[in-house]
């Protein structure tokens, strides 16, 4: 039999019990007691789940108050100085200023540390910030707390940690450069120190995350891999290493090699790479085979799982792992909540809760083929991928017909950028500097109430059209009075940048419990594409047309673009990205068409998750750039010169794709700079970078409001590489997630920087 564990679960809830307690902490509601009871509820449940589901090795050490990363970091002392208590050991306080930067107390003022994704998800992590000098010390205790609890309630338990160097390859030097390698002989005793505390609390196993040896890395990193390990052996405990997100390519060898008791892969994303490591494999080690898909929410094919499943069977025997591919995290937590699903839909899906159902019972079906659970849920299986391969629901000829009809010309814009520029000023007659917003403002109760009673059938379709007016007419006063030069209808009736559009497209299903983590409190609920996608009617002219009736300014169309759509939503499995993004692209390339008829003249096209949909090995990088930019030409390029379009992009690293973005063809980009104090404007000193950008200039994911004079002198810095007349004056995110009171603040200070250039470069 193969013993079924788990790599992590989500943390957040099936109520989002996480989300409202640590919300509930920050405004003063609840107290820390309240809050670590909420923690200490949510783990004790979510094991049951696992356990209930069959998983036979449950994870600790998943949970976290805001971030796995960030956890670490507090963990092994890694705390910046500006954040450093006075009192001694890091606090809640602590974790929470690092996460969220603070405006006065024990720390002072203080931005937040920088947030970035967690390799090609949509997850965010802290980023940790060592000097040349950093001493790691153990400075955490919640990770021993949390066997002692699972102890307590008689689970058989798997800590998991962040392996050392991936936790050194995700972090960024301060201070000066240096090699994080240098660091690794100071931090890796504090990994014994973890290693001895556990084994002292009769833990057995241990899961080592090291998910970098899917990536491309360079020789002194992969020799830091063997020393590293070389000395970890030593200390107590058997060690599973885990790899997720892709295959091990060529440091397949350097993994099945090191001196560890276990290796998990990824056989949903890199099956290709089961037949080498079965034959690599030395004959002490188990072999761990993520089956089931940690990132999706389809069900497993059963049968193709307990295909490759008994194969590895007859070669290791007892020394056979099953699991998810990925920590669960990723996925929303229990498909038991949807009552409202259409039924065959929800015949097609798995979440959280039923892939641990999906692990346990492909490690049953080796003991007990023959066992009824087993046969029921195998047959089961196959009905479900029979019925959904021969689904009239899935495939539209409608559509395959455009698709096909797609010529080059569909993806260029009528004229070089140069040349739009010039018409773009003239029609749109903008100061030097001109400021703007991304698009959202604050989501507030009024209008979350309205939602909801609309839904419930308690406010009219015209009430709550009204109710929305008088939200618009807020904003649009907001903006006028601040003095900012190209407006926003402020998008309060969105629910979400994504499920709004989807709600109105053809091919996607919604789910009412499918949150899932982003980071901290932020949850998402990415709609799922099912069949063919295509847009019946306009999505927001009705709402852009009122908005620009209250004013003579500009006013900016707000949309999401191709890639966004699809890196945010619960993609299918059986059509490769690039279709799907193709479809989007042309039902977002339909609603362009239309406000630019309405009269709107600056179209913005979000692609947030650009960044985040480049594959992890370099080698595929150009394959997906090539066809992500031709997804955002295609819904971007049915408009005449004089109208503008922009994107935006945020927390992403995107010196590496520079050239690509460029390719996209937006007159204007924003991005996030703000965080990282105008470092991912490094690209522009090697690359010429032709059309308008416009940097952050404040974070938004902090309730800290910077003053003016540091709005400023973030500008000067991106007018060192930008020229001042292609430069905008932006913050680095939407609103919808801050106060109406921080928002105007940090807008007075943002519209009197961009004063303050004006009058510089006059």
């Given at each position: 039999?193969?013993?079924?564990?788990?790599?992590?679960?989500?943390?957040?809830?099936?109520?989002?019990?996480?989300?409202?307690?640590?919300?509930?902490?920050?405004?003063?509601?609840?107290?820390?007691?309240?809050?670590?009871?909420?923690?200490?509820?949510?783990?004790?449940?979510?094991?049951?789940?696992?356990?209930?589901?069959?998983?036979?090795?449950?994870?600790?050490?998943?949970?976290?108050?805001?971030?796995?990363?960030?956890?670490?970091?507090?963990?092994?002392?890694?705390?910046?100085?500006?954040?450093?208590?006075?009192?001694?050991?890091?606090?809640?306080?602590?974790?929470?200023?690092?996460?969220?930067?603070?405006?006065?107390?024990?720390?002072?003022?203080?931005?937040?540390?920088?947030?970035?994704?967690?390799?090609?998800?949509?997850?965010?992590?802290?980023?940790?910030?060592?000097?040349?000098?950093?001493?790691?010390?153990?400075?955490?205790?919640?990770?021993?707390?949390?066997?002692?609890?699972?102890?307590?309630?008689?689970?058989?338990?798997?800590?998991?940690?962040?392996?050392?160097?991936?936790?050194?390859?995700?972090?960024?030097?301060?201070?000066?450069?240096?090699?994080?390698?240098?660091?690794?002989?100071?931090?890796?005793?504090?990994?014994?120190?973890?290693?001895?505390?556990?084994?002292?609390?009769?833990?057995?196993w241990v899961q080592i995350d090291e998910p970098i040896l899917v990536l491309d890395l360079p020789q002194e990193w992969k020799s830091a891999f063997e020393r590293a390990y070389n000395l970890l052996q030593r200390e107590p405990l058997k060690k599973l290493i885990?790899?997720?997100?892709?295959?091990?390519?060529?440091?397949?060898?350097?993994?099945?090699?090191?001196?560890?008791?276990?290796?998990?892969?990824?056989?949903?994303?890199?099956?290709?790479?089961?037949?080498?490591?079965?034959?690599?494999?030395?004959?002490?080690?188990?072999?761990?085979?993520?089956?089931?898909?940690?990132?999706?929410?389809?069900?497993?094919?059963?049968?193709?799982?307990?295909?490759?499943?008994?194969?590895?069977?007859?070669?290791?025997?007892?020394?056979?792992?099953?699991?998810?591919?990925?920590?669960?995290?990723?996925?929303?937590?229990?498909?038991?909540?949807?009552?409202?699903?259409?039924?065959?839909?929800?015949?097609?899906?798995?979440?959280?809760?039923?892939?641990?159902?999906?692990?346990?019972?492909?490690?049953?079906?080796?003991?007990?083929?023959?066992?009824?659970?087993?046969?029921?849920?195998?047959?089961?299986?196959?009905?479900?991928?029979?019925?959904?391969?021969?689904?009239?629901?899935?495939?539209?000829?409608?559509?395959?017909?455009?698709?096909?009809?797609?010529?080059?010309?569909?993806?260029?814009?009528?004229?070089?950028?140069?040349?739009?520029?010039?018409?773009?000023?003239?029609?749109?007659?903008?100061?030097?500097?001109?400021?703007?917003?991304?698009?959202?403002?604050?989501?507030?109760?009024?209008?979350?109430?309205?939602?909801?009673?609309?839904?419930?059938?308690?406010?009219?379709?015209?009430?709550?059209?009204?109710?929305?007016?008088?939200?618009?007419?807020?904003?649009?006063?907001?903006?006028?009075?601040?003095?900012?030069?190209?407006?926003?209808?402020?998008?309060?009736?969105?629910?979400?940048?994504?499920?709004?559009?989807?709600?109105?497209?053809?091919?996607?299903?919604?789910?009412?419990?499918?949150?899932?983590?982003?980071?901290?409190?932020?949850?998402?609920?990415?709609?799922?594409?099912?069949?063919?996608?295509?847009?019946?009617?306009?999505?927001?002219?009705?709402?852009?047309?009122?908005?620009?009736?209250?004013?003579?300014?500009?006013?900016?169309?707000?949309?999401?673009?191709?890639?966004?759509?699809?890196?945010?939503?619960?993609?299918?499995?059986?059509?490769?990205?690039?279709?799907?993004?193709?479809?989007?692209?042309?039902?977002?390339?339909?609603?362009?068409?239309?406000?630019?008829?309405?009269?709107?003249?600056?179209?913005?096209?979000?692609?947030?998750?650009?960044?985040?949909?480049?594959?992890?090995?370099?080698?595929?990088?150009?394959?997906?750039?090539?066809?992500?930019?031709?997804?955002?030409?295609?819904?971007?390029?049915?408009?005449?010169?004089?109208?503008?379009?922009?994107?935006?992009?945020?927390?992403?690293?995107?010196?590496?794709?520079?050239?690509?973005?460029?390719?996209?063809?937006?007159?204007?980009?924003?991005?996030?700079?703000?965080?990282?104090?105008?470092?991912?404007?490094?690209?522009?000193?090697?690359?010429?970078?032709?059309?308008?950008?416009?940097?952050?200039?404040?974070?938004?994911?902090?309730?800290?409001?910077?003053?003016?004079?540091?709005?400023?002198?973030?500008?000067?810095?991106?007018?060192?590489?930008?020229?001042?007349?292609?430069?905008?004056?932006?913050?680095?995110?939407?609103?919808?997630?801050?106060?109406?009171?921080?928002?105007?603040?940090?807008?007075?200070?943002?519209?009197?920087?961009?004063?303050?250039?004006?009058?510089?470069?006059?």
């Amino acid at each position: 039999m193969a013993l079924a564990h788990s790599l992590g679960f989500p943390r957040i809830g099936r109520d989002r019990e996480l989300k409202k307690a640590l919300e509930a902490f920050w405004k003063g509601e609840l107290d820390e007691a309240g809050l670590r009871a909420v923690g200490r509820d949510l783990r004790a449940t979510h094991w049951q789940l696992q356990k209930d589901a069959g998983i036979e090795l449950l994870p600790v050490g998943d949970f976290a108050w805001y971030d796995q990363v960030l956890t670490h970091s507090l963990t092994f002392g890694v705390v910046p100085e500006r954040f450093r208590p006075h009192s001694g050991k890091p606090g809640l306080d602590t974790l929470f200023a690092m996460a969220r930067g603070v405006s006065g107390g024990c720390c002072g003022g203080a931005h937040a540390q920088e947030m970035t994704k967690w390799f090609d998800t949509n997850y965010h992590y802290l980023v940790p910030e060592f000097t040349a000098d950093q001493q790691f010390q153990l400075s955490w205790e919640q990770l021993f707390e949390e066997v002692d609890e699972a102890h307590a309630l008689g689970h058989p338990v798997k800590p998991v940690l962040i392996g050392p160097l991936t936790y050194l390859w995700l972090g960024k030097a301060k201070g000066g450069e240096f090699d994080r390698l240098d660091l690794l002989e100071r931090l890796l005793p504090v990994y014994g120190e973890i290693l001895q505390r556990l084994a002292a609390q009769g833990v057995e196993w241990v899961q080592i995350d090291e998910p970098i040896l899917v990536l491309d890395l360079p020789q002194e990193w992969k020799s830091a891999f063997e020393r590293a390990y070389n000395l970890l052996q030593r200390e107590p405990l058997k060690k599973l290493i885990a790899t997720y997100f892709g295959g091990l390519e060529d440091n397949l060898g350097l993994a099945a090699s090191l001196p560890l008791d276990g290796l998990h892969i990824d056989l949903v994303r890199a099956p290709e790479q089961y037949p080498t490591i079965l034959d690599r494999l030395p004959a002490y080690k188990v072999l761990s085979l993520g089956l089931v898909n940690g990132r999706n929410v389809w069900r497993c094919d059963l049968d193709k799982a307990l295909d490759v499943l008994r194969h590895a069977h007859e070669r290791l025997g007892e020394r056979l792992w099953v699991a998810p591919s990925c920590s669960l995290l990723h996925s929303p937590v229990d498909l038991g909540r949807e009552d409202k699903l259409d039924g065959e839909l929800k015949d097609w899906l798995a979440f959280a809760v039923q892939k641990c159902a999906e692990v346990a019972i492909l490690g049953r079906a080796l003991n007990e083929p023959e066992a009824p659970e087993v046969l029921a849920a195998l047959a089961h299986s196959r009905t479900v991928q029979a019925d959904r391969a021969r689904s009239p629901r899935i495939h539209k000829p409608a559509v395959q017909a455009r698709l096909a009809a797609i010529e080059p010309a569909h993806s260029q814009r009528r004229s070089p950028f140069a040349e739009r520029i010039r018409q773009q000023r003239a029609h749109l007659d903008l100061p030097l500097f001109p400021t703007t917003t991304i698009g959202s403002f604050p989501q507030t109760a009024s209008i979350r109430l309205a939602r909801q009673a609309f839904k419930q059938g308690k406010l009219s379709a015209a009430e709550y059209t009204e109710a929305m007016h008088s939200e618009i007419r807020h904003a649009v006063e907001v903006q006028e009075q601040l003095g900012l030069d190209v407006l926003v209808h402020g998008e309060a009736e969105r629910n979400d940048m994504v499920e709004y559009f989807a709600e109105q497209l053809d091919g996607y299903l919604f789910t009412r419990f499918g949150w899932v983590q982003s980071y901290g409190s932020r949850c998402v609920k990415p709609a799922v594409i099912f069949g063919d996608l295509s847009r019946p009617k306009a999505m927001t002219l009705d709402w852009i047309r009122y908005a620009q009736g209250l004013t003579n300014k500009v006013m900016k169309g707000m949309l999401t673009g191709p890639v966004t759509m699809l890196m945010w939503s619960f993609p299918r499995e059986d059509l490769t990205r690039e279709e799907q993004a193709r479809q989007l692209a042309l039902a977002i390339r339909d609603e362009v068409v239309d406000l630019e008829a309405a009269g709107i003249r600056i179209v913005q096209i979000d692609e947030a998750a650009f960044r985040e949909g480049l594959p992890l090995r370099r080698s595929q990088w150009q394959g997906y750039l090539d066809w992500a930019t031709e997804a955002f030409r295609l819904c971007a390029s049915g408009v005449a010169d004089q109208t503008q379009i922009h994107t935006h992009m945020c927390y992403s690293e995107f010196n590496d794709v520079i050239e690509s973005i460029a390719a996209m063809d937006a007159d204007v980009i924003t991005i996030e700079t703000s965080r990282s104090d105008m470092e991912l404007l490094e690209a522009f000193k090697a690359f010429a970078y032709p059309n308008e950008i416009g940097p952050g200039v404040y974070d938004i994911h902090s309730p800290r409001v910077p003053d003016s004079a540091e709005m400023a002198g973030l500008l000067r810095k991106a007018a060192e590489r930008i020229p001042a007349e292609r430069l905008w004056v932006n913050p680095d995110c939407g609103l919808k997630t801050r106060a109406w009171p921080e928002t105007e603040a940090a807008l007075v200070n943002m519209v009197a920087a961009a004063r303050q250039l004006r009058a510089q470069f006059a």
